[in-house]
C-alpha cells in the first residue's frame, strides 16, 4: 500500500511537470495541475485512487462543469445552458416536453380524449394547442362517448394555408388526424 | 340581447373623478380647479381612508400573487403554444421563445412577468372598487367567461360589439353612466380575425386594458399585454381562475381592511 501510494505521488508529480498524452489523463490533462495542486497536499493518494476508481470521462466532465459555472456565473449563456439543467426552468420544461420530443406531426401516432360530441362529429382533445375533429367510425360507433380514449396518427397540428393576395396565413383552428380505434388497453376503469 | 351588461351607476360616480372631468371642460386653470377640486367636507376619519387606499400601493405584491401560478402550471396549461408561422404577427417577435417545426413558441419566462404585472393591476384596480369587464369573442369560451365574470362580481360582454358601446355610452345608455374602470381582453381577435373594437374605444376612453395576445394578434394598444395561448381550453379555464382568484383575493382584502378600520376608529 506505502509504495503504491509513493508511486502514485512520483506519478503525480511528474504530471504536473510534464502533462504527457496518454489516454489515461488526455481529457483532465488541461486541468491536473489544478487537481494536484487541490488535492497535493491532503490525502492525494486516496483521491488518486478514488478518481482511478471513476473513469476518467466522469471526472473530467464534473471538473468541466464546476469550472464552468465559476467561470461565466454572469453570463447569460450559462443561465441558458443552467437552466435546461434546471428541472422545472422552462426551458427544460420545454425542451423535454413530448410535443418538442415527437418531432415533425406527419404520422405519429398520439393518444387522444374526446370532449365533446356533435350527433356524429367526434371532438378530440390530444395536448396540443388545438383539437382534432373526426368522423364516428362505423364499427363499434356506441362506443365513441364522451370521455373516451382513442388513438389517432396526426397529420397536421394546425390547418393553416396562405390564399392569394393574403398578407397573413388563414387558420382554421384545427388539427387533423386520422382516427384509428379505441385506446386496446383494458384498464377496466369506467368510462366518465 | 347585444347591449351587454353594462348597468348604469349613476348614483355610485366618485366625487373627485366627475368634479374634475366638469372643471377641466370649463376651461379654468389647473391650479384653481386642483384646489377647488379637493373633497368639500374632509371627513374626521378621511386619514383612515387615504391609508387604505394608499399603502398597497407601496408593496410589489401587496395580494401576494405571485403564489397563485407557476411556471410549469403554465406550461402544463399549454400557455406556450403559439399558432404557425405564417399566422405571425410581426409586432408579437419579440415575445416569441422561438419558432420548432414552423409552430411559434411563446417565452413563458416573459409571460410570466407579464401576467404577474397583469393580476397586481387587476388586484389594485378590484381594491379601490373599479368596475371590471371581460371580454371575449370567442364562442367557444362565452359561457366560461360570462360564468367567471359572475362568480367574482364583474361584468362581460360576449356577444357583437355595437359600435358606440364605450365611445357613445352617455347616447346608448344613458347620461351619467359609469364607464368600466378595467378591460380585460381574453381574446384580443373578433371572429374575422381582426383586432377587437374594444380595444381602439378603450385607448380612446383612457381605459386601461389587460389582454391575452396569441402569436397572431397585435399588443400595440392594449396597456398590460399577456402573451400567452387563447386556444386551447384549458389555457382559458386556467386565466379564468387565475382572475376570478385575483378580483376575490383584492375584494376580501378590502373587506379586511374596512373592518379592521372600524375596529381601530371605534376603539
Known amino acids: 500500500m506505502a509504495s503504491l501510494c509513493k508511486v502514485m505521488r512520483n506519478m503525480s508529480a511528474r504530471y504536473t511537470l510534464l502533462p504527457k498524452p496518454r489516454v489515461f489523463t488526455t481529457l483532465k490533462s488541461p486541468y491536473s495541475s489544478e487537481v494536484s495542486g487541490s488535492t497535493g497536499e491532503d490525502a492525494g493518494t486516496d483521491d488518486k485512487s478514488a478518481e482511478r476508481v471513476k473513469s476518467g470521462f466522469a471526472t473530467a466532465y464534473e471538473l468541466h462543469s464546476d469550472l464552468q459555472q465559476q467561470q461565466q456565473k454572469g453570463d447569460r449563456s ?4 443552467l437552466s435546461s439543467r434546471d428541472e422545472t426552468s422552462f426551458i ?9 420530443q415527437m418531432g415533425p406531426a406527419k404520422d405519429k401516432i398520439v393518444m387522444g380524449k374526446i370532449f365533446h360530441i356533435v350527433n356524429d362529429d367526434l371532438y378530440i382533445d390530444f395536448g396540443g394547442k388545438f383539437n382534432c375533429v373526426c368522423k364516428r367510425p362505423s364499427v363499434d360507433g356506441e362506443k365513441y362517448q364522451r370521455g373516451s380514449r382513442v388513438r389517432l396518427r396526426l397529420e397536421d397540428l394546425e390547418l393553416t394555408s396562405r390564399f392569394l393576395g393574403a398578407t397573413t396565413d388563414t387558420t382554421l383552428l384545427e388539427a387533423d388526424a386520422t382516427l384509428l380505434g379505441l385506446l386496446e388497453s383494458r384498464d377496466a376503469k369506467p368510462k366518465e | 340581447m347585444a347591449a351587454g351588461i353594462l348597468t348604469r351607476v349613476s348614483q355610485a360616480l366618485r366625487g373627485p373623478r366627475l368634479v374634475g372631468a366638469v372643471l ?7 391650479s384653481t380647479a386642483a384646489a377647488a377640486a379637493k373633497p368639500p367636507a374632509a371627513p374626521i376619519d378621511d386619514t383612515g381612508e387615504t391609508k387604505i387606499l394608499n399603502f398597497p400601493l407601496t408593496q410589489p405584491d401587496f395580494f401576494r400573487l405571485s403564489e397563485l401560478y407557476t411556471i410549469k402550471d403554465l406550461f402544463e396549461a399549454r400557455v406556450h403554444l403559439g399558432h404557425k408561422k405564417g399566422c405571425r404577427h410581426r409586432l408579437m417577435e419579440p415575445y416569441l421563445f422561438g419558432s420548432r417545426l414552423d409552430v411559434d413558441i411563446l417565452d413563458l419566462d ?3 412577468e407579464h401576467l404577474q404585472r397583469a393580476l397586481n393591476f387587476t388586484a389594485h384596480v378590484a381594491y379601490r372598487g373599479g368596475i371590471i369587464l371581460f371580454i371575449s369573442r ?20 360576449t356577444r357583437y360589439w355595437q359600435g358606440g358601446l364605450l365611445t357613445n355610452a352617455p347616447v346608448q345608455y344613458s347620461p351619467g353612466v359609469r364607464l368600466p374602470d378595467l378591460i380585460i381582453f381574453l381574446s384580443t381577435l373578433n371572429n374575422v380575425f381582426q383586432p377587437h373594437v374594444g380595444i381602439r374605444d378603450a385607448a380612446k376612453m383612457n381605459i386601461p386594458t389587460i389582454g391575452v395576445v396569441d402569436s397572431n394578434c397585435n399588443p400595440s394598444l392594449i396597456t398590460y399585454p399577456v402573451p400567452g395561448n387563447d386556444d386551447t381550453p384549458a389555457t382559458m379555464e386556467m386565466y379564468c381562475r387565475l382572475f376570478k382568484m385575483t378580483i376575490n383575493r383584492a375584494k376580501d382584502k378590502r373587506r379586511q381592511m374596512e373592518l379592521l378600520r372600524g375596529i381601530s376608529a371605534s376603539v
Open chain 1, 78 to 81: 450559462a443561465s441558458v445552458r
Open chain 2, 24 to 30: 377641466s371642460g370649463h376651461g379654468h386653470t389647473l
Open chain 2, 110 to 112: 416573459q409571460t410570466a
Open chain 1, 92 to 100: 427544460s420544461l420545454l425542451r423535454h416536453s413530448p410535443l418538442m
Open chain 2, 138 to 157: 370567442r364562442r367557444q369560451f362565452g359561457h366560461l367567461v360570462e360564468t367567471t365574470a359572475r362568480e367574482c362580481g364583474e361584468y362581460a360582454h
